[in-house]
């Protein structure tokens, strides 16, 4: 595959020149936080950096799609934003006087296909985010834990039997 020039202009973030054949990403919020971040151009900027949980650069996020995220899960504060999907796309804006292209979180949550999600080991319910862990962390942390990967309610009913276990042991 060719490389884009713009792919070595600033290849530490996500950009529109990440997305492959115009196909939007779904992608899950790991983090947000602010950080200086080093332009292309060696100019040092407090900016607010999107980091996820998939194999991808983060995201400078601007107001544009800090507003999007914040409508979408109706919260502003970026700490519960963490395990949020989110589906990012390429838009055509004015800026600099010129059409440029732009990532922008889309206006839509996106949707998670049911055959997709893990399966409970021990009820046969899908496993569904939670807090901020995905569907697959959760899944890891319960096979850990309690030996099984687990939906939430399955995770806490083994969690209070512990917990039954602890108190009657005294």
């Keep these: 595959m060719p490389t884009h020039w713009k792919k070595l202009t600033n290849p530490n973030y996500l950009g529109a020149y990440s997305i492959e054949n115009g196909q939007d990403l779904i992608l899950t919020i790991k983090y947000v936080q ?14 607010v950096v999107c980091h996820f949980f998939e194999n991808v650069k983060p995201m400078i996020l601007n107001a ?8 979408l899960y109706k919260t502003p504060y970026i700490e519960e934003w963490a395990g949020k999907k989110i589906q990012i796309g390429i838009e055509k804006i004015k800026a600099f006087g ?6 922008r979180v889309r206006n839509i949550i996106p949707k998670i296909e049911p055959e997709k999600l893990p399966k409970c080991e021990k009820c046969g319910s899908d496993v569904h985010p939670m807090g901020n862990m995905t569907s697959e962390q959760l899944i890891a942390y319960t096979k850990n834990k309690y030996g099984k990967g687990l939906c939430s309610s399955c995770a806490t009913a083994e969690a209070n039997k512990l917990k039954e276990g602890a108190t009657n042991v005294k």
């Design 34 to 47: 602010e950080e200086k971040v080093i332009g292309p151009d060696g100019k040092k900027d407090d900016c």
């Design 64 to 71: 544009t799609n800090m507003k999007t995220i914040t409508k």
């Design 98 to 103: 010129d059409v440029v292209e732009a990532l």
